[in-house]
């Protein structure tokens, strides 16, 4: 069984300052490692991904994470931030020898303020 | 590519009703997922599909719910004898397969369900 933990609820920051969002998981197999972004009343929306290989993935928005395996982390970076990225994150796992379901954590809540 | 559709998007019903939500995956995605949202929280999983066959079902499916792939291409999810605590968001996913890049799931947009 896997777990994720989103270790921030809400951050808040100021735009064009840079931002980390920091996402831990548990798991006794290898995982593939996702970010989605949510906005208000809509689905999830894939940021970015690491599947193997090198360990900083980049994705779209200008948003980058890198997969630290041995402190089993997966954090997300975007070095400056638009009022646009406003939204809620999420942080995935799944098992690379299933992959099936993913395992999500609770979210953290991007505030982007002007 | 049309994306993964769900209908409704919005769904309001009394204690006690069945409901069904409809999911229509990206066409030739051979896995479909339902996952159960609610506020404040991230996606947890309900069940998957691989084709017509259902792989796997969370603990979190009660009898009361049911869901169908009959032909590998749409899935239904009934909700028998609704409860409040059924309100949720139901979202639903679906991925190429098996193996890096056939993994990545792609979410439609959700039903809305609210029991009152």
């Known amino acids: 069984a896997q777990s994720v933990t989103q270790l921030d609820s809400q951050v808040p920051v100021f735009e064009e300052a840079p931002v980390e969002l920091r996402c831990n998981y548990s798991?006794?197999?290898?995982?593939?490692l996702f970010w989605y972004v949510q906005y208000p009343n809509q689905g999830l929306q894939l940021l970015l991904k690491?599947?193997?290989?090198?360990?900083l993935v980049k994705g779209i928005n200008g948003f980058e994470a890198e997969f630290n395996k041995s402190q089993t982390s997966f954090h997300l970076r975007k070095p400056s931030v638009h009022i646009s990225d406003t939204a809620e994150y999420f942080c995935a796992v799944s098992e690379t020898r299933i992959a099936g379901k993913s395992t999500f954590g609770d979210g953290t809540t991007l505030t982007v303020k002007p | 590519d049309t994306g993964v559709s769900q209908n409704p998007r919005h769904k309001i019903t009394k204690r006690g009703q069945n409901v069904t939500f409809r999911c229509d995956p990206i066409s030739e995605h051979n896995r479909l997922y339902w996952y159960r949202q609610t506020l404040g929280q991230g996606p947890e999983f309900l069940t998957y599909?691989?084709?017509?066959?259902?792989?796997?079902k969370s603990r979190l499916l009660s009898d009361r719910f049911s869901a169908e792939r009959p032909k590998g291409s749409f899935s239904t999810l009934e909700i028998q004898r609704t409860e409040q605590g059924d309100s949720a968001m139901y979202l639903c996913a679906s991925s190429l397969g098996q193996g890096n890049d056939k993994n990545i799931q792609y979410f439609g947009a959700g039903t809305r369900l609210s029991v009152l």
């Open positions: 690491y599947l193997s290989g090198s360990t």
């Open positions: 798991s006794s197999v290898s995982v593939y």
């Open positions: 599909f691989q084709n017509e066959a259902q792989l796997e």
